[in-house]
């Protein structure tokens, strides 16, 4: 099989000639059709995350180093499966959203199926090779998601940009007041898509790019507002009379500063972006204004379930992609960084162009 590996951080891919798995115990081999491109590849990809101030976290710290197999926003089909995995011949084909963000297994949080709070993660894409290879093991039946009734060039994006979005969104303890989604990359525009799905009633879309704002619009934001202005703060009070909520997708100074400075009394700002902003604030007024401040990673393979279940039924508009084969990756992860991709890149294996047999 062949994988497009990280050989050192911040160098070109390599596509590498690798062994085919063989799946043992309850092991699920999956023939990876297409991985969706994250901006977290990006950051994996350098070696390093920005923790702000001149920090860096580097990926060493998570126990990952090259050679790096990468690629979260898998869709594929079963291919193999180990003696105790519980399935069958008849499962060998069936398409599936695989869950990416798995847990050692044997912690409470892995135990209660809240894997992407696990402390000791074997992430695929990151720990575990991941959907730039042409084959992806997993360790438990468990992790694959059904796709059947999903669109297959875009199911992979499920898994993390889906999934990173709904699990922000149900962090929000209010629909009926304003809310803001700041920054509309891939994961930002799901979000918006997602929280007039879900029935979020007013939300302004922030960003500092005009033309996302007026693909926003098309994606039923109540309000839009370009943050480059240095009154984005005030302008954005004025418009809302203070927020309820906040999903920040991008975690830059200036995003940071927006979000908590536009809440209402009460308000909750959540995190969800790695470019590495601060946050500072006097403990009292966080006390007297009643705030609340909180970081959200991912989310549970329970909510990837209920999220595919909601695009099943029809009620979540997909965000913009463009499927490019995997031999472009390189190109596609220079554009990302550049800003010049909307929404995702689909990368696709031109040897699972079909279901596995």
């Not at 798995?21 to 920005?50: M, Y």
């Not at 084959?135 to 889906?162: E, H, M, Q, T, W």
């Not at 918006?192 to 799905?197: M, R």
Request: aromatic share 6%.
């Amino acid at each position: 099989m062949q994988a497009y590996q990280v050989v050192a951080f911040g160098a070109p891919l390599v596509p590498n000639e690798l062994s085919d798995p063989a799946p043992t115990a309850g092991q699920v081999v999956v023939k990876v059709e297409s991985c969706g491109l994250c901006h977290s590849d990006l950051h994996f990809h350098e070696g390093h995350l920005n923790l702000g101030g001149g920090q860096k976290l580097p990926l060493a710290a998570f126990g990952a180093s090259p050679p790096l197999t990468l690629g979260h926003e898998i869709f594929g089909h079963i291919a193999a499966y180990g003696p105790d995995a519980g399935l069958t011949e008849s499962d060998v084909g069936r398409p599936v959203i695989v869950y990416p963000w798995i847990g050692c297994g044997t912690c409470e949080a892995c135990l209660d199926d809240r894997d992407n709070e696990c402390p000791r993660p074997e992430n695929l894409g990151l720990h575990r090779p991941g959907g730039h290879g042409e084959k992806v093991v997993v360790r438990d039946a468990k992790f694959l998601i059904d796709a059947d009734g999903v669109d297959p060039a875009v199911a992979g994006v499920y898994a993390c940009s889906g999934l990173t979005a709904y699990s922000a969104l149900a962090k929000l303890p209010r629909k009926d007041g304003w809310i803001a989604i700041v920054g509309l990359g891939g994961v930002g525009l799901m979000a918006l898509a997602l929280a007039k799905a879900v029935g979020f009633k007013k939300v302004v879309a922030v960003d500092v790019d005009d033309e996302k704002l007026r693909l926003a619009e098309s994606y039923g934001a109540d309000l839009t507002l370009n943050s480059g202005p240095p009154d984005a703060v005030e302008t954005l009070k004025a418009q809302t009379g203070g927020l309820t909520g906040v999903l920040d997708f991008v975690g830059a100074d200036a995003t940071v500063q927006l979000g908590a400075g536009s809440l209402s009394t009460a308000g909750v700002y959540v995190v969800v972006g790695l470019f590495g902003g601060m946050l500072q604030m006097p403990t009292a007024a966080l006390a007297a204004r009643q705030l609340t401040f909180r970081g959200s990673f991912v989310g549970t393979p329970a909510e990837l379930r209920e999220l595919v279940g909601h695009v099943r039924a029809g009620g979540v508009k997909a965000i913009p992609f463009r499927r490019a084969p995997i031999s472009a990756i390189n190109a596609d992860m220079v554009a990302l960084a550049a800003g010049e991709v909307q929404g995702r890149v689909v990368h696709v294996h031109a040897a699972a162009a079909a279901p596995a047999t």
